[in-house]
């Protein structure tokens, strides 16, 4: 929020990743993204910004046809997500859009990456909110995973190649959706009963009243990239559980014989 802070950071570097933002704060959001950006302005060797925005910035819309998958066309509604306080979507979608603006403003070279519900190992031993969610699915609790209905997936090091592939890709322009496949929660509580059949995962879930809807993202497969599968990402999320002990190790004999 500070002026001028990324100043010096970002002095004549050729390429900016802004990576994160405040979850469910919304002015932090916006100023702060804003703040790394005329940082950016300000330096004439940079040749493109890429950053991290969500896929919940194009989903939270009621106004959709559910046969038609979403691509990156799509914007959620401010409106919608104010009404039904759907704060972590309100301020991603806030803080691109403010992006978008002051980079065509300032004829800054932006592209954005819209990833999905982000799945695998974690560098910190930390757990994220998102790692922290799982872990509870992986126990058995349903609450966190209740709201989220029928949502995205992408594996944890797809995120990270795609954020190389569009900075490096002269071509690139635009947003770019990364997710590898939409799934609703009681289909995913069956496959993962199915393939960790040790953990005391929840059965069912309540039925919401959600929209269906799919992800296209051929604006990246036509690049050439190629996603994980919903297994990998699971497979590699519950073995670094394991490592880090928040699951009990006699499971790590079963995942390395999968």
């Known amino acids: 929020m500070e002026e001028g802070s990324f100043d010096e950071a970002i002095k004549g570097c050729h390429g900016v990743f802004h990576t994160a933002s405040p979850v469910e704060i919304i002015e932090p959001a916006v100023k702060g993204t804003l703040n790394v950006l005329r940082s950016c302005a300000k330096n004439p060797s940079l040749r493109r910004v890429v950053l991290t925005s969500s ?20 914007w959620s509604s401010v409106d919608l997500c104010e009404k039904l306080q759907i704060w972590y979507a309100l301020s991603k979608t806030l803080a691109e859009r403010a992006a978008w603006g002051f980079c065509e403003e300032k004829g800054i070279d932006l592209v954005t990456v819209l990833p999905s519900f982000v799945i695998g190992p974690s560098l910190p031993p930390d757990l994220s909110s998102t790692a922290s969610d799982v872990l509870g699915l992986l126990k058995g ?23 190389i592939l569009v900075y490096e890709h002269k071509n690139c322009r635009g947003r770019y959706l990364c997710s590898s496949t ?10 993962l009963s199915s393939r960790y059949p040790w953990l005391p995962l929840p059965q069912r879930f309540e039925e919401l009243n959600r929209p269906y809807y799919e992800f296209n993202t051929s604006k990246l497969t036509t ?22 002990g928040y699951i009990d190790g006699k499971e790590q004999s079963y995942i390395n014989n999968a």
């Open 182 to 191: 939409v799934v609703d929660n009681n289909d995913l509580a069956s496959f």
């Open 141 to 163: 609790e349903t609450e966190k995973f209740q709201w989220h209905g029928r949502m995205g997936y992408v594996h944890i090091d797809d995120v990270a190649l795609c954020h």
């Open 55 to 74: 896929s919940s910035t194009v989903r939270a819309r009621d106004d959709f046809d559910p046969q038609i998958p979403l691509d990156e066309s799509s």
């Open 223 to 244: 690049l050439g990239f190629k996603f994980k599968s919903i297994e990998e990402m699971f497979d590699d999320c519950i073995a670094w559980f394991v490592q880090q």
